[in-house]
């Protein structure tokens, strides 16, 4: 693990979150670009508030779990992101932080967490696979986790897994329509652009994968 050898425990979570902010520091600019072509040009400064305001609630703190640093990262992302990503990613590391309430998470509870969180994201917003948003990076993301874990990979190569196939959603939904949310608006005019939200859970199953890797 990166920090630690105990397995994915509040430390693995805690570094998980710091690169996913580091992350979205260094993609801001690509990420409301992105929303600049069929929303409001803000995902990125959205998600760059958010995770600044995630880890300045972190910072100096003590966690037993992993699911208490994922839980204080949702209700922080909900309190300080406006729009729609911050409920639904606020939701989302929430719904993932309720599974993980042991010192250390093994890789069936990081799936339900997973899992659970792209259910409290759909539970919300409604979206299916093929409307142009996160869920179409996401759900591919837990199927190949779902598949690493069954196939019995380390977390390190079933992380990996999740990351490309969430780059890979991420890529499939520049030919869409979008149905959700604000690219809803353009319909076909959207086609041939990347979705800023599918974008950013990209980087976070990316940071997942690192913060994880021996
Ligand atoms: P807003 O659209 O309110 O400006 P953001 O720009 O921060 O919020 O986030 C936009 C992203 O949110 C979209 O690219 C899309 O991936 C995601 N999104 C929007 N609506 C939904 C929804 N109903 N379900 C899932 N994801 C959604
Ligand atoms: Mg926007």
């Known amino acids: ?36 072509a069929i929303g409001d040009a803000d995902h990125g400064v959205n998600m760059q508030r958010g995770f600044a305001a995630v880890i300045a609630a972190l910072d100096g703190r003590d966690f037993t779990t992993p699911g208490e640093v994922l839980v204080t990262a949702g209700t922080t992302l909900m309190s300080t992101v406006g729009g729609a990503a911050g409920p639904l ?18 890789a069936d509870q990081i799936l339900d967490g997973l899992r659970s969180g792209a259910e409290a994201v759909q539970r ?18 837990v199927d190949a986790f779902a598949k690493a874990v069954a196939a019995g990979h380390t977390l390190a190569e079933t992380a990996a897994a999740a990351a490309a196939a969430a780059e890979d959603g991420m890529r499939a939904t520049i030919p869409m329509i979008g149905r959700k949310g604000r690219a809803s608006y353009l319909g ?14 990209a980087l976070v199953f990316r940071a997942l994968a690192e913060a994880v890797r021996p």
């Open 124 to 141: 919300l917003g409604a979206a299916r696979p093929g409307d142009k948003t996160m869920i179409d990076a996401y759900l591919p993301a």
């Open 188 to 201: 076909p005019r959207g086609e041939g652009h990347q979705d800023p939200g599918a974008t950013s859970l």
């Open 89 to 106: 990613y606020g939701s989302a590391f929430r719904a993932a932080g309720k599974q993980l309430a042991t010192t250390t998470a093994t």
């Open 1 to 36: 693990m990166d920090t630690t050898s105990g397995g994915f425990d509040s430390a693995t979570a805690l570094a998980w979150v710091r690169r996913i902010a580091a992350a979205i520091e260094r993609d801001a600019d690509q990420l409301t670009q992105l929303d600049s």
